[in-house]
Each structure stands twice: as structure tokens, then as C-alpha cells.
């Protein structure tokens, strides 16, 4: 079955750096785009990167865009997040999700439908 | 950017009733649009892909509708299990609608 496991969080202080992991089995993980969503202590969710499967492709949010990196290792399955210029508001539960098969168009590459348990990062001094 | 935005926020449902959530684009996304449920302390399940596909797995209680710029979520005869807060997403995310069971 499609298993996603997120590593990394932590606190960290505004200004610092942090990298997320996720760990992906139970399907062939270079075949698919990957996502990373967040969620603010008690709001709701909030899209902030996708990566395409050969990694030729990623975009990002706005509020993300030039301090966030997304990036993938199909070798070791694995996708990551560097997160620099950490700030407050960036405080949030980290989900890794698993995107559409391969090719997609537009919003379709949006899509996600398996999510992993999410990983915490409290950033405050 | 689209904007989603779901009606209601809140809705306090007996279990067996109907339960109706609605998402409105700012513009139109075709059949662009996908249903997640968030039950407390866990993390998001996909229910429906593409305005009415249902996902692997998912009861046959939850259906939805919709095309264009308005889309309807249908949890037909509530349950316990069903509390939770569901959410709407194009590119971005709805609000979310929280059902709590009375």
C-alpha cells in the first residue's frame, strides 16, 4: 500500500534553515509528481510546492517562492523540502503527497491523493 | 489565482441525515475540483477526484456533483466516523467545513 513518512521538523528560529524528508513505498515512486502541503496550528491547508517526476518541473506558492527548494531523489524514493529565511507564519504541519501519474496540465498538476502523517515545524525563538 | 470558497463553515448534523457542502470558484475550473476529508488529528483522505469520482475505498455514502464554478459534496446518511472537516481543492484549498455529529 502507498506509505509517505515525513522527517525533519523541529523547532527552528526565524531566519534559520530546515530540510523535510519524506520516505515513499508501495508504488513506483519516479513515476508520479510529489507535493508538500502545510497547515497552520488550527487553520486550514495551504499548498506549497509541487516537483515532476523527473524533476523537470516545480513551482511554488507565492508566499514560499525563492526561500523554499523542492527536490527529489527517485533513487533513494525519497522527496525533499529545504526550507531558508524561516519565518513565523511558516509555522505549520509539513504533508508530503503524492501527485498525479506521471504527465499532467496545468491545475491537474495540483492534484494529490495519498498524504503522509505530516511533520511539525514551530519556528519561534 | 482561484479562490475557493465553501459554505457553510460549520454544521452541527444528527447522524443518518443528509449533509451538503457546497465550493464556488471565482472562475471556472471545468471538473477541476477534489474533496478531502480531515478527521481530527489525522491527516487529509482523498473522497473525491474530479467533481464526482470517488476515490478507492471510499463509502458510497459520499458522493459529488458539479462542474464550471459550482460543486457540491453529499455525505448521504451521516455517520459517526464522519465527523471531520472537509475540504474542497483546484490549486488552492477551500476554507473547509467542519461537521460535528449532534
Known amino acids: 500500500q502507498v506509505q509517505l513518512v515525513e522527517s525533519g521538523g523541529g523547532l527552528v528560529k526565524p531566519g534559520g534553515s530546515l530540510r523535510l524528508s519524506c520516505a515513499a513505498s508501495g508504488f513506483t515512486f519516479s513515476d508520479y509528481y510529489m507535493s508538500w502541503i502545510r497547515q497552520a496550528p488550527g487553520k486550514g491547508l495551504e499548498w506549497v510546492s509541487y516537483?515532476?517526476?523527473?524533476?523537470?518541473?516545480?513551482i511554488y506558492a507565492d508566499s514560499v517562492k525563492g526561500r523554499f527548494t523542492i527536490s527529489r531523489d527517485n533513487a533513494k524514493n525519497s522527496l525533499y523540502l529545504q526550507m531558508n529565511s524561516l519565518r513565523a507564519e511558516d509555522t505549520a504541519v509539513y504533508y508530503c503527497?503524492?501527485?498525479?501519474?506521471?504527465?499532467?496540465?496545468?491545475?491537474?498538476?495540483?492534484?494529490?491523493?495519498?498524504w503522509g502523517q505530516g511533520t511539525l515545524v514551530p519556528v519561534s525563538s | 489565482e482561484i479562490v475557493l470558497t465553501q459554505s457553510p463553515d460549520f454544521q452541527s448534523v444528527t447522524p443518518k441525515e443528509k449533509v451538503t457542502i457546497t465550493c464556488r470558484a471565482s472562475q471556472s475550473i471545468g471538473t477541476g475540483l477534489h474533496w478531502y476529508q480531515q478527521r481530527p488529528d489525522q491527516s487529509p483522505k482523498l473522497l473525491i477526484k474530479?467533481?464526482?469520482q470517488p476515490f478507492s475505498g471510499v463509502p458510497s455514502r459520499f458522493s459529488g456533483t458539479g462542474s464550471g464554478t459550482d460543486f457540491t459534496l453529499t455525505i448521504d446518511g451521516l455517520e459517526a466516523e464522519d465527523a471531520a472537516t472537509y475540504y474542497c481543492?483546484?490549486?488552492?484549498f477551500g476554507q473547509g467545513t467542519k461537521v460535528e455529529i449532534k
Open positions: 474530479y467533481a464526482s
Open positions: 481543492h483546484h490549486e488552492t
Open positions: 516537483i515532476s517526476s523527473a524533476s523537470v518541473y516545480t
Open positions: 503527497a503524492r501527485g498525479p501519474l506521471r504527465g499532467c496540465d496545468g491545475s491537474s498538476c495540483y492534484f494529490v491523493d495519498y
